[in-house]
């Protein structure tokens, strides 16, 4: 784990300057097809985009094409609740989520975006199909099972699976959370619990009591959830 990782700055376009340069091989590289429009990212200005065709040429940048990110810098949209997703792309466009990696990376992304553009984009990623995470497949953690399915009563944490589902399925506004990755989730619940950068939500109490190491277990867990 490695919160220190600079994360590329603007991969979007550094990817339209390098097409106009190195063409179709970047491109494929990355998923995208075809290399028309050097400039995609004044696609995100355009209501008439298709939310699979925004989808497929910005987000899929750094959430995959399918909503199944393979880097722990970025959280995983596939089958996300659609409430939950359209909640946080208006939270990130109203600059209420502070946290600094969602000020570099989604208020710019999210300012142009109408109320239909992100009602669009929280129906298509909350329709693809969630993979489980292949960093969590193999691991087992007991402390982390208990936490998520009992809470920890001294402690006045509550279970997460109360909110979360039972197999972290999400329900409604809150969030799915089976196999996103560790990563994400440890630096979200240490926002949650030592900053304002996502505040009016259960999540400051939840996670008010939760020393590092609970935070730990808990996370390893939850992304060895299978995504079904
Ligand atoms: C340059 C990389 C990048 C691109 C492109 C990008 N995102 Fe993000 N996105 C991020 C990062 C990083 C976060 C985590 C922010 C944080 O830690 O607060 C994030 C968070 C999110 C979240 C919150 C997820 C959660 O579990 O709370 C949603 C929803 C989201 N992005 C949707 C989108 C959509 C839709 C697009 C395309 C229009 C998009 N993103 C494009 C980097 C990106
Ligand atoms: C009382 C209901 C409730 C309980 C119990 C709860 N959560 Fe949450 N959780 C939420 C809500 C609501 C959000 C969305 C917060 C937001 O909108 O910013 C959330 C968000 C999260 C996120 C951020 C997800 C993302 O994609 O950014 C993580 C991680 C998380 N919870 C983990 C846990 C863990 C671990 C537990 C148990 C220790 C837990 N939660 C217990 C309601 C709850």
């Not at 429009?37 to 040429?57: C, F, K, M």
């Not at 094409?65 to 722990?72: E, F, K, Q, T």
């Not at 030592?194 to 939850?222: C, F, S, W």
Request: net charge positive; proline share 7%.
């Amino acid at each position: 784990m490695n919160h220190a990782t600079k994360l590329p700055s603007k991969p979007w376009r550094v990817r339209a300057a390098r097409c106009a340069i190195g063409g179709a091989i970047v491109a494929a590289a990355i998923g995208v097809s075809g290399c028309t429009n050097p400039e995609r990212s004044r696609d995100l200005a355009n209501p008439g985009i298709n939310p699979a065709v925004t989808a497929a040429q910005v987000c899929s940048a750094c959430h995959g094409a399918d909503g199944n990110s393979s880097s722990p810098n970025f959280p995983r949209l596939a089958g996300q609740r659609a409430e939950y997703i359209e909640e946080q792309l208006k939270n990130f466009r109203a600059h209420q989520r502070i946290d600094p990696e969602g000020y570099e990376y989604m208020w710019g992304i999210s300012r142009n975006l109408t109320d239909d553009q992100i009602a669009g984009l929280a129906a298509y990623f909350s329709k693809q199909t969630p993979q489980s995470n292949p960093a969590g497949a193999k691991v087992v953690s007991d402390e982390g099972k208990a936490i998520f399915e009992n809470g920890i009563p001294d402690k006045q944490v509550t279970a997460c699976q109360a909110c979360h589902g039972p197999k972290a399925e999400g329900l409604g506004a809150f969030p799915r959370l089976a196999g996103q990755h560790q990563d994400y989730m440890v630096k979200q619940l240490l926002v949650f619990r030592d900053t304002e950068g996502r505040p009016g939500t259960p999540m400051k109490q939840i996670t008010h009591n939760l020393d590092r190491k609970e935070v730990n277990a808990v996370t390893l867990y939850v992304q060895s959830m299978p995504a079904n």
